[in-house]
């Protein structure tokens, strides 16, 4: 089953008519406006064919939760890992391997300046 911030919903605090183009802009990061003038070219291109897959979605899609993200920074990281969730692992694993780094050249800055800590150490080795 997929995580609540991996699902795509109805945004109906952003919508126009159903919500289903501020959904889609809010699971794809792109700006409502541009959704939604992208599916007006595509419904007259299709003459009008994709007018019924907008109510079938709308009616098919859950309503959005009120509270799915806590602040705009993680709305913003969501809609990264929706976008390329390999990325976005490669940029945490890249976090992780530097705050690891900088937490190995404060250990070996603190034994370094105590040598009676430094003692303890090789003792227990």
């Not at 126009?16 to 792109?30: E, F, N, Q, W």
């Not at 809609?79 to 530097?98: F, G, S």
């Amino acid at each position: 089953m997929n995580s609540p911030r991996t699902t795509l919903y109805r945004d109906k605090q952003n919508a126009k008519l159903m919500g289903v183009c501020s959904g889609i802009a809010d699971y794809t990061g792109v700006d409502a406006f541009w959704v939604r003038l992208g599916f007006l070219a595509l419904t007259f291109i299709s003459g009008g064919s994709t007018i019924p897959f907008y109510f079938l979605a709308g009616i098919l899609l859950n309503k959005k939760p009120a509270h799915l993200y806590s602040e705009p920074d993680e709305q913003r990281y969501w809609q990264r890992v929706r976008q390329n969730p390999k990325r976005t692992a490669r940029e945490i694993r890249a976090k992780m391997k530097d705050v690891d780094r900088r937490l190995a050249d404060v250990e070996a800055y603190y034994v370094s300046s105590n040598p009676r800590l430094t003692a303890e150490i090789e003792r227990l080795r």
